[in-house]
């Protein structure tokens, strides 16, 4: 009868550990992407989130605000693929969560990060800045408020591919003046 429970034991206790490592090792990454990120760039993170069913994981999400001053849809662009290039470095780098991703390596298809902007008062940025870029599912957005509430005035748009491209674009402008 104490082997019985004793196995019973043992097999619960493994069950929940099991269950318990994609959760522990979720909790590691994010705090990582979310500390390099707020280190690196000044960013503040207001939200974390997860697309996963059943432990499948399709994506981490991740929304900040920035309040270090205006930024036009460049600044926005390279800071978006900064952050971004943080966020894969440390979720593909992770093998015991590796097992529970959709797809392994993650790219822009299993990318959500929100950017919002404000003032040091914490009032949204209007036009003709950026109020808030993002990444969601290989899709870059970029939109405009010209008053302090929703809807926004205007939107952009751009693929994953294309970002890069006008990334790499603007880079070399920099370098050039």
């Known amino acids: 009868?104490?082997?019985?429970?004793?196995?019973?034991?043992?097999?619960s206790f493994s069950t929940i550990n099991a269950e318990d490592e994609f959760t522990f090792q979720g909790r590691i990454v994010k705090?990582?992407?979310?500390?390099?990120?707020?280190?690196?760039?000044?960013?503040?993170?207001?939200?974390?989130?997860?697309?996963?069913?059943?432990?499948?994981?399709?994506?981490?999400a991740f929304s900040f605000v920035d309040r270090s001053g205006e930024?036009?849809?460049?600044?926005?662009?390279?800071?978006?693929?900064?952050?971004?290039?943080?966020y894969f470095k440390h979720i593909n780098s992770n093998e015991l969560l590796r097992k529970y991703m959709v797809k392994y390596p993650f790219d822009f298809e299993n990318c959500d990060i929100c950017i919002y902007f404000e003032d040091s008062n914490k009032n949204t940025i209007l036009e003709p800045y950026l109020c808030t870029a993002y990444?969601?599912?290989?899709?870059?957005?970029?939109?405009?408020?010209?008053?302090?509430?929703?809807?926004?005035?205007?939107?952009?748009?751009?693929?994953?591919?294309?970002a890069i491209s006008k990334n790499n674009e603007y880079l070399k402008f920099l370098?050039?003046?």
Not at 3 to 11: K, P, T
Not at 35 to 40: A, G, L, P, S
Not at 141 to 146: A, F
């Open 135 to 162: 990444i969601y599912i290989n899709k870059f957005g970029y939109c405009i408020q010209d008053n302090p509430s929703p809807p926004y005035k205007s939107a952009m748009f751009e693929s994953a591919e294309e």
């Open 31 to 60: 705090e990582k992407i979310v500390n390099e990120i707020q280190e690196k760039f000044g960013l503040k993170c207001n939200g974390i989130g997860a697309a996963a069913f059943q432990k499948n994981l399709s994506y981490y």
């Open 71 to 86: 930024k036009d849809i460049f600044k926005a662009r390279k800071l978006l693929l900064e952050c971004a290039e943080i």
């Open 1 to 11: 009868m104490y082997y019985f429970i004793l196995v019973l034991a043992f097999i």
């Open 175 to 177: 370098k050039q003046n």
